[in-house]
């Protein structure tokens, strides 16, 4: 290891290894630094300069977060010049930033704000900027909604779409005081390359960058008694909520979240869990016969590897990037879509309801599941599968809204006939846990063993690395898959779309030769979704995997196929994977998009 | 006033480039360190306007190891009132090419850039076809040197060294942060010396005449001449070459008309001296020999009585308002706040204490600001209003 390098930070002497900038340093010495431009997830970009420190010899303040420590430097973080400094740029930000804070959607969640108030901003001198520009708010997007206005220009959206997204969607444009964060001539979000990821939201400081909140919506369909409103959760809710409910990241509210939803008025409360056990049944069952197809029947129409479709910022992503391997995509629609198709046929039949009154809302970690509910061929069920898709921050808010005290909720279930779930439901959240789930079914409907992993964990596609790589190797398989024996299924994770490029790029060269591919749109899959709340870091992302798995492993059931609801309602209405009805409702295609 | 400080002409970087071929091959039969070392001893200075010591920054480039260093020439000429690039790339472009090669001779570089202003598109022509005669008479000589013109597309900001490297990467012109500074990661993240045009023409001066020759030109922390683009209320505007230190009232004299009110030194980044200080300031760099010393890239205008001030500031801000990258909060909002408030003022919407607000704002721009370009705003903003507050306010 090299050597220390020895700095005083207010006085205080620390140690450090070289390369450690003075933000950092700082924090380990146990002062605080005020940040905005800097996030955890990107590159430094060091230009808000909020983050000014003074360093003894030198004339001008550097910046903290871009600045690494030299030996014997000596640090003051809140000398009077770093004070004014500080105060005078947040006074600036203010002034060219649309400071309606009261009818602003991020009040009370705004880092400027915050800022503002830790410095007692109590006066405006500098003259308000904003009305001298032409700022027009973009809401053509089912998802996102781009305010200029409060945009102040950290370029975290821009680094966030370019560095862990690859989509560059979000750029800057023009210079000096004309500078703006914008898409490809300036188009709207809604018809440029953006995969409605909601990325940029997670990393946004202000509200320049927000969802579209579907929350007065859902309440007057609570409220409307000639409706019967049903919700779905998605698995990586149950582990995020808590934290915009003041809990620690990482805690597990599953029974406390179902609980509120029932007391918010919801009529029926199930879990998107189910429909994650039933894609791994269809998806599972579609990469079998692909499997036969290539290997058996040599059909040059049959695509490998197949990729999972459980994610609408993938599917968006892949439509506009790669839009000749759309044929590679499992034509299974998500979980959430495949819950909203049956809610309005199944649940609508078994509870004798007329579908026309149903209003099927989601709550959901994405942005990314608005666009996807609004897809117009969404509509299998002969209404609009899904009506409202909520982030989980929408929910919170509700949670909030209408007085709960979060913390006292006595944990309860989810509803009867869509509301069951195992363990490979659960992982769904995480990055690899489509795979493991899917390979826990596969493996045992092959060989008619357990998947040879200890405990069911398949640990070589878990964790936060990019892209991820396993091969599973099926012997003495069952008479009827017997051509599959000795196979090696080469099986590869990607989570965020960065990565997702890496692996498709491979795919296209040549380079890798995958059977199977399990693609998230999002840092560390559907937990560090764009609808989770915020802050976001890769510390954060690791405490909600590590309750995903937590609460995988607290199941009863932990294979799909188990699911005793997935058994009843292949029995008693979609008969078997792969049929007639799941083709019509279950299944999916998919359309080549613009590329800019 | 003491005589040192007097007026001196000086005739070296358009004298004659008919011996670069001669200057070549002699400095190529030096050592590096030789050159390095005839460099630092003639203190000479970075002409651009910053004043880096350039034979210190050829030596920090030449001690990293890596198999790929650059040259990069900046001509990206763009600091408004200066004009003496132009002129060297036109008159003597082999001496800026033979520097370029010897830098990469001494630190171990094999490729030159040329990054040339968008708006001197005009040179590209002959100053490609210097280069094809340059490179063929390298390849003759076993030279193992290839310099390239990259253009600039016309923002001031590119002219700043990370900046430019950016443009040349193909990216949004911004400046990084620093460090790294370039003589460790400069273009495409390697050891680059970067120099201004004029820089490199001096170099060829003292790598043929030695240390001294350049060393005996102006005075004691700013030796050697200097180019100065003359414009303004002069009777005689142009491109002089003067030896450093002299006094901005013998300056005056030569160049004023009579009735010079204020000379702005160092373009729009400069400061401006009023005529009461000319006496007591010079032009060079730090060391304060008399009074104050300014240094400046060499752009000189001048300003007589029928000038106002308020003009001038207006326009500067404009300027910087516009060309400012807005990248750094400082540097965007604070130029569109200088420019609005002062406006305000004039109009009476804001009273005339807002310019000492709008002063504390120029302290923390040039605390905070992340490159020279935000950090300089605050020069001709604070000497016009501290000198000129009356013609701000009525």
């Known amino acids: 290891m090299a050597k220390t390098i020895k700095i005083s930070i207010n006085g205080i002497f620390v140690e450090v290894e070289p390369g450690t900038t003075i933000l950092n340093a700082a924090q380990q010495a146990g002062i605080l630094i005020p940040t905005l431009c800097y996030h955890k ?36 973080t809140n000398s009077l010049n770093v004070h004014h400094s500080r105060k005078h740029i947040i006074e600036l930000l203010l002034s060219e930033h649309n400071a309606d804070c009261t009818s602003c959607y991020k009040n009370g969640s705004c880092e400027l704000q915050k800022l503002a108030s830790d410095y007692k901003i109590l006066k405006q001198d500098f003259i308000p900027l904003v009305p001298f520009k032409n700022y027009t708010i973009d809401k053509l997007s089912p998802a996102i909604i781009k305010d200029d206005s409060k945009c102040i220009r950290c370029q975290r959206c821009v680094r966030t779409c370019e560095e862990l997204q690859g989509v560059n969607a979000l750029t800057v444009a023009y210079k000096g005081d004309q500078m703006k964060i914008t898409t490809f001539f300036e188009k709207s979000i809604n018809s440029v390359v953006c995969s409605t990821c909601g990325q940029c939201i997670n990393h946004c400081p202000t509200g320049a960058l927000v969802e579209k909140n579907y929350i007065e919506k859902v309440w007057d369909a609570i409220a409307d008694k000639t409706k019967h409103v049903i919700v779905q959760t998605a698995p990586a809710v149950r582990v995020g909520l808590g934290e915009e409910l003041g809990l620690k990241p990482g ?70 990037m790669y839009p000749e391997y759309l044929g590679h995509l499992s034509t299974c629609k998500s979980p959430q879509q495949m819950f909203g198709a049956l809610a309005k046929t199944y649940y609508a039949k078994a509870r ?37 898709v909520l982030t989980t921050r929408e929910l919170a808010i509700m949670i909030k809204q209408a007085g709960l005290d979060f913390m006292k909720m006595e944990d309860a279930h989810f509803d009867r006939l869509m ?81 997702a490029k890496r692996v498709m790029d491979s795919v296209r060269s040549g380079e890798s030769d995958y059977h199977f591919i399990e693609i998230m749109a999002c840092p560390g899959g559907c937990l ?61 295609h998919y359309t080549e998009r613009e590329r800019f | 006033m003491a005589t040192s400080y007097q007026l001196k002409r000086a005739d070296f970087i358009f004298k004659n480039e008919n011996d670069w071929e001669e200057v070549l091959s002699k400095s190529f039969s030096r050592t590096p360190q030789e050159l390095i070392n005839e460099l630092i001893s003639s203190e000479l200075k970075g002409r651009g306007g910053a004043g880096f010591p350039t034979g210190l920054k050829w030596k920090l480039t030449a001690e990293v190891a890596n198999d790929t260093k650059y040259v990069i020439c900046n001509a990206d000429e763009g600091e408004p009132g200066t004009f003496k690039d132009r002129e060297i790339l ?18 171990g570089a094999k490729e030159g850039y040329v990054y040339l202003r968008g708006e001197y598109f005009f040179l590209l022509p002959e100053l490609n076809k210097a280069i094809s005669e340059f490179e063929y008479y390298c390849k003759e000589t076993n030279i193992d040197f290839t310099i390239r013109i990259f253009m600039g597309s016309g923002a001031y900001i590119c002219g700043e060294e990370t900046a430019l490297f950016e443009s040349m990467e193909g990216k949004r012109g911004e400046p990084r942060n620093k460090p790294p500074f370039p003589s460790n990661s400069g273009y495409m993240g390697k050891p680059t010396v970067i120099n201004n045009v004029e820089t490199l ?83 060079g760099f730090q060391g304060k020999l008399i009074g104050i010393s300014l240094p400046t890239g060499g752009s000189m205008m001048l300003f007589n009585s029928s000038r106002s001030m308020f003009n001038v500031l207006d326009n500067y801000l404009e300027f910087f308002r516009e060309e400012s990258c807005g990248q750094c909060t400082p540097c965007r909002v604070g130029c569109q706040q200088l420019l609005k408030g002062i406006k305000a003022v004039k109009r009476g919407e804001k009273n005339a204490k807002y310019l000492d607000k709008l002063l504390q704002l120029t302290e923390t721009m040039k605390l905070t600001a992340k490159c020279g370009l935000g950090q300089s705003v605050a020069n001709s903003f604070s000497s016009i209003v501290e000198n000129f507050r009356e013609e701000m306010i009525y």
């Open chain 1, 419 to 499: 509301g069951e779930s195992t363990g490979a439901g659960v992982i769904f959240g995480a990055t690899g846990g489509v795979m493991e789930a899917a390979l826990r079914t596969v493996y045992e409907l092959v060989t008619g063993w357990e998947v040879p992993f200890n405990n069911l964990n398949i640990t070589p596609v878990r964790g936060m690395e990019g892209v991820k790589e396993t091969t599973v190797k099926i012997e003495n398989p069952l008479e009827e898959w017997v051509f599959l024996d000795g196979v090696e299924l080469k099986c590869a994770v990607a989570h965020g779309l960065v990565n």
């Open chain 1, 528 to 588: 560090g979704g764009g609808g989770q709340p915020i802050p976001t870091s890769p510390e954060i992302r690791r405490k909600r995997a590590e309750a995903i798995y937590a609460e995988d492993e607290g199941m009863p059931l932990r294979k799909s196929h188990l699911n005793p609801e997935v058994i009843k309602i292949y029995k008693d209405f979609l008969e078997h994977p792969l049929g007639e009805k799941s083709h019509h409702l279950l299944h999916t």
């Open chain 2, 90 to 107: 036109s008159m003597v472009p082999f001496k800026v090419l033979t520097s370029m090669a010897v830098c990469g001779y001494v630190i």
């Open chain 1, 41 to 76: 997830d990107l590159c430094i970009a060091g230009n808000c300069r909020v983050c000014v420190v003074e360093i003894a010899g030198q004339k001008r303040l550097a910046a903290a977060c871009a600045t690494p420590c030299e030996e014997e430097m000596e640090i003051f």
């Open chain 2, 201 to 283: 023409a001096h170099t060829y001066t003292i790598f043929k005449y030695g240390a001294k020759r350049f060393y005996d030109l102006g005075v004691q922390y700013s030796r050697g001449s200097k180019l100065f683009s003359v414009s303004g209320d002069t009777p005689k505007p142009g491109i002089y070459e003067l030896e450093l230190g002299m006094s901005l009232a013998d300056f005056v004299e030569e160049f004023g008309d009579g009735d010079t009110k204020a000379v702005q030194v160092g373009g729009a980044s400069g400061f401006l001296v009023p005529r009461k200080r000319f006496n007591e300031t010079a032009i």
């Open chain 1, 352 to 388: 004798n309801l007329d579908p026309e009154t149903i209003v099927s809302v989601s709550v959901m970690p994405c942005t990314a599941k608005k666009f996807e509910a609004n897809r117009t061929e969404m509509s299998d069920s002969g209404y609009r599968d899904v009506d409202y």
């Open chain 1, 251 to 320: 805690s597990r509210v599953t029974g406390k979240m179902v609980a509120a939803l029932k007391r918010l008025g919801f009529d029926a409360v199930m879990d998107t869990d189910f429909t994650a056990d039933l894609t791994i049944m269809e998806e599972g069952t579609e990469l079998l016969m692909r499997l036969k197809g290539t290997l058996v029947d040599h059909d040059p129409e049959v695509k490998l590897p197949m990729a999972t479709s459980c994610s609408p910022g993938w599917i968006k992503y892949i439509e506009h």
